[in-house]
């Protein structure tokens, strides 16, 4: 596991120290310059998408494998997860409060390009047996044609099965394993992580095996819900440490560009771990440009493309700029941060310490509670998303269905691992994922720039 665990940490340092960065913020601003800003110019008309039932036509939204809210639903599960309790948590802890401004940063930019992925994803989206089916596997292999668009489509294929089915998944099941241990230490009771991850992959292999329609309607009940009762409690919290919210956003910006103001010398970081460790999160959290929720946009029954390229735009301010940002805010104004660095602290035990710090013993409670709806939702659209790239690259139910197998395996053995060593993996295929998805968008960005003309903007 040592072994295991430097080479992953020396792979990262080459993915996230430049090459990542570069081409994630490099392709967010192309589109966001080609697509004249379109993250700020139409994002209301997103929103009416979404929430409301009438296209860009003015007519309502035809039926699809999903509809727009439930294709939206199923992106924000993915998105809403670890990366916003925990991920937030181990972001602060190890590139400071400045990594926070660049999540913003990233997402702003991340905007426009998931409305490329959105895009693109409905533009080159292929019907087999009467199944609706999509995503970047499919427009990278548009993009490059011949034997170089096969090498990279399937390249993409196997990443993000490993990268969200399997190493994702774990991340998952890690935290919601972790959250509840606490729990149940609270209350005396010794319950091991593992038994916790046979229960979520218990629930989970159930939801699998019932196909796209089922994982549509649990997300689109479970969502809506799971959000609003973390984003009323953070709120009550926040409420209740307001005197510190301004001294908090204070930190964010100076540490930004300057941590050692914001949290000392002593902390030891850098602008560099700030910028790396605040896109690496929120590419974590938002999904932006790492090619996952497009699969989700495929499948949604759309008036035209660019329809779903406003309503992807959503999901990743909804992600960042509402639910983490609450999460950030919970962590700086409990005033914990500091000792939480100095004795070790991070992922979802600083949460929860955080929300502890308020609330008291049900903090810990509260935190596992929606920390296991989010990751479960996550679950589910990642695995829903591993599941399309396993059927593209070998073709049959039968091979879903042992990818399927292998998740739940993965959710079992994820409860009881090291965290570090579980984020770090996350992080590189993460990483390996982003690459031939990038490439297709550079390559494709006029397909998007002319889908936008022909719709309103």
Not at 431 to 452: D, E, F, Q, W, Y
Request: net charge positive.
């Amino acid at each position: 596991m040592e072994v295991l665990s430097n080479l992953i940490a020396k792979g990262n340092e080459f993915l996230w120290s430049f090459l990542l960065i570069l081409l994630l913020c490099g392709t967010g601003i192309y589109y966001t310059i080609r697509l004249r800003f379109i993250q700020l110019r139409r994002f209301s008309e997103g929103w009416k998408l979404v929430f409301g039932s009438i296209n860009l036509h003015g007519t309502k939204h035809e039926k699809g494998e999903m509809s727009p809210f439930q294709a939206i639903a199923t992106a924000i599960a993915a998105q809403v997860g670890t990366g916003n309790l925990a991920g937030a948590a181990t972001a602060l802890i190890s590139g400071g409060p400045g990594a926070i401004f660049w999540m913003w940063v990233s997402a702003f930019f991340g905007m426009a390009t998931i409305y490329g992925e959105a895009v693109l994803a409905q533009t080159y989206k292929e019907e087999h047996n009467g199944e609706v089916t999509g995503g970047p596997a499919y427009y990278i292999k548009a993009a490059y044609q011949g034997p170089l668009g096969q090498i990279l489509s399937k390249l993409f294929a196997v990443f993000i099965i490993l990268a969200l089915g399997f190493m994702g998944n774990m991340v998952q099941s890690n935290s919601v394993g972790a959250a509840f241990s606490e729990v149940f230490e609270v209350a005396n009771v010794n319950v091991p992580p593992i038994v916790i991850g046979l229960v979520v992959a218990a629930i989970a292999a159930f939801i699998f095996f019932g196909g796209t329609k089922r994982l549509a309607a649990v997300l689109e009940k479970v969502v809506p819900i799971m959000a609003g009762v973390y984003i009323l409690g953070s709120l009550i919290f926040i409420i209740m440490h307001i005197g510190a919210v301004p001294n908090a956003i204070r930190m964010i910006f100076v540490g930004a560009f300057d941590p050692k103001a914001a949290l000392g010398a002593a902390a030891g970081i850098t602008v560099r771990e700030a910028v790396r460790y605040g896109v690496a999160r929120g590419l974590f959290s938002n999904e932006a440009g790492m090619g996952s929720t497009p699969h989700a946009h495929a499948r949604a029954k759309a008036s035209c493309p660019d329809e779903q390229g406003l309503c992807a735009m959503v999901s990743v301010f909804i992600d960042t700029f509402v639910i983490l940002n609450l999460t950030v805010l919970v962590i700086l104004t409990s005033g914990i941060l500091g000792s939480a660095k100095e004795n070790g602290i991070t992922g979802i035990a600083l949460t929860q310490g955080a929300f502890d710090a308020g609330f008291g013993s049900f903090g810990t409670i509260f935190v596992a509670f929606c920390l296991f709806f989010f990751a479960f939702s996550t679950v589910l659209g990642w695995h829903f998303f591993g599941a399309v790239n396993a059927k593209y690259l070998f073709g049959s139910d039968s091979a879903v269905k042992v990818y399927s197998l292998i998740v739940v395996l993965c959710i079992i053995l994820g409860s009881t691992m090291k965290v570090d060593l579980v984020w770090d993996m996350a992080d590189f295929f993460n990483g390996l994922m982003v690459i031939p998805n990038v490439l297709a968008l550079l390559k494709l960005g006029s397909v998007v720039v002319n889908t936008r003309k022909l719709g309103k903007g």
